[in-house]
């Protein structure tokens, strides 16, 4: 079946400090993949997306390859600043009608200034 | 462009009580989807349609849950009799079709069952 394993949380970084998230997946053919941010008390925000291998999606700074090879969608941002604190979930959308987002477990960081 | 809409934002109910979600999708939205989070882990997927029609509710517990979308717009989702392990927040989501590269959520309802 289709699934999304992230690693635990939480990260605690400091401000300006190089971030990476892993993301592996599971899935039959070529899913999309996606990562979805939650700030406190706010709803679930596409931050960015791939939609087939080597695929870099990008948006504020965060970045992630889409690895066919490695099964991955590492989540990477050079500096973070504190308005980054929020909860990170990796996703994977199987590529056919009728189907709907899967998610993992989500990683919460924390950014202290 | 408005964004999808979930009321209410907080309930707390007692066992065995009954509780129905309500949601808004955003206009045009054919796919509308429910989704379970419970804290710590990532949002289940319970039911999702297209238009009024259920495409998965292969997730839904249907001796408790149910979910409907009449006239394919807004949606709602009740639990009737709620268990303690209900607990967690229910979301909605919406994209403009099946598959869609892209879904948008609300807010959320966060329930407590005590």
């Known amino acids: 079946g289709n699934s999304v394993t992230q690693m635990e949380g939480p990260v605690t970084l400091s401000e300006e400090a190089f971030l990476t998230i892993n993301c592996t997946y599971t899935?039959?053919?070529?899913?999309?993949l996606f990562w979805y941010v939650q700030y406190p008390g706010e709803g679930l925000q596409l931050l960015l997306k791939?939609?087939?291998?080597?695929d870099k999606g990008s948006n504020k700074g965060f970045e992630a390859t889409y690895r066919k090879e490695t099964t991955s969608f590492h989540l990477e941002k050079g500096s973070v600043q504190v308005s980054d604190s929020a909860v990170y979930f990796c996703?994977?959308?199987?590529?056919?009608?009728?189907?709907?987002?899967?998610f993992g477990k989500g990683t919460t960081l924390s950014v202290s200034s | 462009e408005a964004g999808v809409a979930q009321s209410p934002r907080y309930k707390i109910i007692e066992k065995r009580q009954s509780v129905a979600f309500w949601c808004n999708p955003i206009?045009?939205?054919?796919?509308l989807y429910w989704y379970q989070q419970i804290l710590g882990q990532g949002p289940k997927l319970l039911i999702q349609?297209?238009?009024?029609?259920?495409?998965?509710d292969s997730q839904l517990p249907k001796d408790r849950f149910s979910a409907e979308r009449l006239k394919g717009v807004d949606s709602t989702l009740k639990i009737q009799p709620a268990k303690l392990e209900d607990s967690a927040v229910y979301l909605c989501?919406?994209?403009?079709?099946?598959?869609?590269?892209?879904?948008?959520f609300g807010q959320g309802t966060r329930l407590t069952v005590v």
């Open positions: 989501a919406s994209s403009s079709s099946q598959g869609n590269t892209e879904a948008f």
């Open positions: 899935a039959t053919g070529y899913p999309s």
């Open positions: 791939a939609t087939k291998a080597d």
């Open positions: 996703a994977l959308l199987n590529n056919r009608a009728g189907t709907a987002l899967i």
């Open positions: 206009s045009g939205h054919a796919t």
């Open positions: 349609f297209q238009n009024n029609g259920v495409v998965d």
